[in-house]
């Protein structure tokens, strides 16, 4: 899962890099690299074709599995980022509440220590 996220990361960035630069280019009124473009375009253009021609003859099994485990492994994702939302809810909803976990952070005071004392000691008589 940590390559896809990373791959997903790595693709978001670069589409958001693209877009960034297009805008910088029309602010500008400038292009660069119209040359590399030109050759970029047409490589895109052969790989989609070859991976179009590829698909079409992959068999309606493989492909179905392919959605499959697809859609399977989006509903895992959904599921842990709602189970991570529901417990940082659950944690804000405990500290409105007052319900937060006391953690100790060494002995007690001494006046805490002495309000102890006398409570148990009113408890006997």
Known sequence: MAISFS???????????????????KKRG????????????SLV???????TE??????????????????????IVI??????LEKKMIRVLNTIRGRRE???QGSASEFLKEVSKHKNGLGHH
Do not use: M, Q
């Not at 790595?10 to 589409?15: A, M």
């Not at 253009?45 to 991976?51: G, N, Q």
């Not at 068999?59 to 499959?68: K, M, W």
């Open 102 to 104: 006391l953690v100790s």
């Open 45 to 51: 253009v052969r790989a989609v074709k070859i991976c």
């Open 79 to 84: 599921l842990r980022v709602i189970k991570i």
């Open 7 to 25: 791959v997903f990361i790595l693709s978001l960035t670069g589409i958001a890099s693209l877009l960034s630069f297009s805008v910088w280019e």
């Open 30 to 41: 400038t292009r660069l690299f119209v040359e590399v473009r030109a050759k970029l375009d």
């Open 54 to 75: 590829r698909i079409e003859s992959l068999d309606s099994p493989t492909l179905s599995r392919a959605y499959n485990a697809l859609i399977h492994f989006l509903a």
